[in-house]
């Protein structure tokens, strides 16, 4: 009997809840959202405790991601990118750096650019660019995400580059099991150079200060240093597979036992799906019993309501960067 | 739904919002700082509107106010959450 009193009283418009469901009342709905906070603070803060349970699932293929790319390129008539392993060890440099420095950002914390891992991985670039994704459940959406951002999309529409690198690494990430994608475009000076000798390749500080997703375009130097026209050594059969046997090329399905995201997102459409029903239920019987009482529209939370719907339906996880 | 007939113009321009807020959502997806920008100039559009309506009803009391408050802050805390973790 008290069970189902209570469930009238937080449901139904009665005399006991002042003709309006108890759990539409302002007090109940500011509860229900400090509630949502404390769950998000408990998230944020869970992995700083060291309980380690939070996690993306992802599948994520390098061969998919070079598809994909190449795809929209064709599409915006340009030619083909190139799998370039020199380019895939810098990708993975990158990612491995990110993980081991605990960093979410193009520039290192200790200042380390990105063009760096290029040139540590042999790759003697005229043009590069990065880009930058994670927590993507597969790659399609990664690739979906960089085109809807005009800078990253102009990385991978951009006619400079011939060559491509990806790595997909994971690892944790402030607490977190994180995937990774690390995707490097590129175009070497030996594919570029003129018979000539040419200024020495570097990066100026302007170019530094801004490397988001951009391609920074090589300036010549004041003092050019003469440099050999001659093409980069062609990787070995073997440093090819030892790169393929290093990186977590394939795919990768870590195994996730609570998604922040996932979790968030459902707990989120729940609330908001039962909300949407006893508002329904609430202006149905207060207009049948012809209820006179001081309340907001009905039709007008719903559709604010119906909105976060729609909105939290279209959320997907992952970043770009 | 007769008031709501009566008071179409209200309700259009209120949904006005909602499309406009919901397309801004998708087009500006890869940008999630954005996102929180378009969210709160909608929960505070919302309950703008509230208030405008209500007084041009001659209902507009304190209590109906923070009502409008109370669901325009669940609603952000809501997608703010998504969006966060996402």
Redesign the interface.
Known sequence: MFVIETLIHYLIPHPSNNHKAKLLHSSSLLIIASLLLFFQLTLYLLPKTGIKILGYASRISVDEIVRLTNEKRAQAGLSPVEFNPSLSTAAKAKGDDMLAKDYWAHVAPDGTQPWKFFTDAGYKYRYAGENLARDFSDASTAVEAWMASPTHRDNVLSSKYKDIGIAVVEGDLAGVDTTIIVELFGTQQADTLPPAPIAQQGLTTQVAATPLATSPVVIPTASPTVIPASPTPLPTLVAVLQQAIASPIPSMIPSVLISPFQTTRGISLFVVGFLMLVLILDGLIVSRRRIARIAGRTFAHLSFLGMILAIALILRAGKIL | MK??VKHLPH?LS??GI?VV??LG??IF????GFQIAI?AS?AIS?VA??II??HIHK?L?L??V??????????F???F??????
């Open positions: 008031h709501i309700y209120l949904l909602f807020g919901f959502f998708l997806s890869y940008d999630k969210l909608i919302y509107w509230g309506h209500h209902d009391y209590a109906v923070i009502e409008y408050i109370a669901v325009a802050i669940l609603g805390v809501i997608v959450s998504i969006v966060f973790q996402g």
